[in-house]
């Protein structure tokens, strides 16, 4: 019988196939397969590819440490090819295009914030099945979020982040990469601001929030949003 513990460890030597998944660019990979979807590709294509960004992330986060809960061992399989990625995911490419995916996705149901569907009305080919999957890739994206978000330097990225639309309306600039070399040559002690108090609230957190509050998103899916919530606090 399974021990209550052991749910929580991972499969024996995992560290050594995500290791070589990564070597062989798995995380670039998915990232351009996303950039690359149109509304006339299979919705359930998209969700499979989220679903395996998630996965990928949250298993190599969970390599660099820290622990979340204080239930894996610390690890030296993987740990450079992890690190090395996560730092990709922060790109500002990268960056645009999966956590524009919290705000709601296109192809199968109209975009715009909440559910996926906010800002318009659907398409006549729309079903509570496609709309199910929308919401999906949200919380996909926020259990991502909540897993990868474990330093200032990557809190700091993601509320800074605001859609390329919206930069180019406000004229900001975003400097990811500046941002990371900054945090490799500092100190642990030294932590990154993520904001002024009294800010504008980050792009993020006004997603999150619309979607704890929506109606019509499930109920579980607003626990995985609250934990990611939690992360930037």
Partial sequence: MRQPNECAKPPAGSEEP??????????PALIFALSRMNKSDPFSLRV????????????????IGPSLWGLKKDSLVGKNEA?????????????????????GVTGGVSGGAGVGMGGGS?????SSVSAMQAQSVQMSIAQMISSVVRSSV????????MPPMER???????????????????RGWEKTAV??????????????????GTEETNSNFKVRYFNSLVSFY
Wanted: contains cysteine.
């Fill in 154 to 161: 990557y809190r700091h990225l993601v509320c800074e982040w």
């Fill in 48 to 63: 499979a590819f989220v679903r395996a960004l998630r996965a990928v992330v949250s298993a190599s986060a969970d390599i």
């Fill in 168 to 186: 180019t309306r406000l004229g900001v600039s975003l400097g990811h990469g500046m941002a990371i070399a900054e945090h490799k040559s500092r």
């Fill in 18 to 27: 995500l290791a070589r998944l990564l070597q062989h660019d798995a995380l």
């Fill in 122 to 126: 659907t398409a006549s080919s729309t």
């Fill in 83 to 103: 690190r090395s990625a996560i730092e990709g995911l922060f790109d500002l490419d990268s960056i645009d295009v999966w956590l524009s995916l919290l705000g």
């Fill in 195 to 212: 904001g002024p108090p009294g800010g504008p609230v980050p792009w993020v957190i006004t997603q999150l929030l619309m979607l704890l």
